[in-house]
């Protein structure tokens, strides 16, 4: 079945930088993929969704590039301040039968933007 | 719109008691999903409802858990004979319908203890 692998697990920036995390996944079949923030002690909020084959979506102070050749999708955090700290989750979903509607999520990474 | 709904947000048991998590959806969404997350596995797939019907269990344990949606506006999900390792955050999402591109908006979730 897929697997999605998340790098980095932990990553710490100081506002203003930038902050990159990335996820590979292995199934070729994978069609819709997702960002989800967790602020502490809430849960899941959609960033953005992506589905074409490669794309790049800009947000309100983010970037999300996917390419599907090289099997990897990316989330790149522009100038980050302190209210990005959180934890950020990938998710990709093979939207193919009724086992294309999970989604498969990666491990996270735990975001901490010091001033 | 009151967003996914979970009671309760924590709850404490015994080795070997019951509990009983409850998920109202968003109001109109077809589709709802349950996961578990947990420091060392992150967010599991559980199982997933359409239109009330149970379309993939793929995720759950084979014993002593069991999920359920008796109507379209709640679904429950039932963990027998509690283990400390059923420990973890359960989260509920619910989804507009079919299509596998739409949002899955997830609910705060419930803590479950297990002592």
């Known amino acids: 079945g897929e697997q999605v692998e998340q790098r980095p697990p932990h990553l710490s920036v100081r506002e203003g930088d930038s902050a990159v995390i990335t996820c590979t996944y292995t199934?070729?079949?994978?069609?819709?993929f997702f960002w989800y923030k967790q602020e502490p002690g809430a849960s899941l909020q959609l960033l953005m969704k992506v589905f074409s084959s490669t794309e790049i979506n800009e947000g309100q102070g983010f970037t999300v590039l996917l390419n599907k050749k090289d099997k990897r999708l990316s989330l790149n955090l522009t100038a980050a301040h302190p209210g990005d700290s959180a934890a950020y989750f990938c998710a990709v979903s093979s939207g193919y039968g009724s086992s294309g509607n999970k989604l498969i999520f990666g491990i996270g990474t735990l975001l901490s933007v010091k001033p | 719109n009151a967003g996914v709904i979970q009671t309760p947000r924590h709850k404490v048991t015994g080795k070997g008691q019951e509990a009983t998590l409850w998920c109202e959806p968003i109001s109109g969404h077809s589709a709802v999903f349950w996961y578990r997350q947990t420091i060392v596995q992150g967010l599991e797939f559980l199982t997933y409802f359409r239109n009330q019907a149970p379309i993939d269990d793929s995720g759950m344990p084979k014993e002593r858990f069991s999920a359920q949606m008796p109507n379209q506006s709640h679904s429950t999900l039932k963990i027998q004979s509690t283990q400390p390792q059923d420990s973890a955050v359960y989260l509920c999402a619910s989804r507009r319908d079919w299509a596998n591109q739409d949002t899955q908006y997830f609910g705060p979730g419930t803590r479950l203890l297990v002592l």
């Open positions: 199934d070729p079949n994978s069609y819709y």
